[in-house]
């Protein structure tokens, strides 16, 4: 997970995403802490290199395309995802779901 938003929200998520927090411990950053803000690519790359995870292999979503256009352009597969009905078809269509 990557967000524009600060420590706080980090600090919130437990309380925000009870049963989903725990897959995200230790994987959820904020652009801040590199000094950067989505959409700028190189966030992308930073995140990635901090999970060890190469662009072509990630799938980022994101519900404005101005962040789309920014991971694209850091290499990754990136897709705009307004709803869950929306993720499900960008998962199913990437064969994550």
Known sequence: MLTNNGALMQQ???TLLPELFPALQARVF???DFGLRKPA???FLR???ALGVAPSRTL???DLFANVR???AAGLHAETVRDGRGL???LKRYRIA
């Open 47 to 49: 995140t990635l290199e």
């Open 70 to 72: 920014g991971a694209r």
């Open 30 to 32: 904020c652009s801040a």
């Open 12 to 14: 919130a998520l437990p």
């Open 60 to 62: 980022f979503v994101d």
């Open 88 to 90: 499900g078809k960008v």
């Open 41 to 43: 690519p190189a966030v």
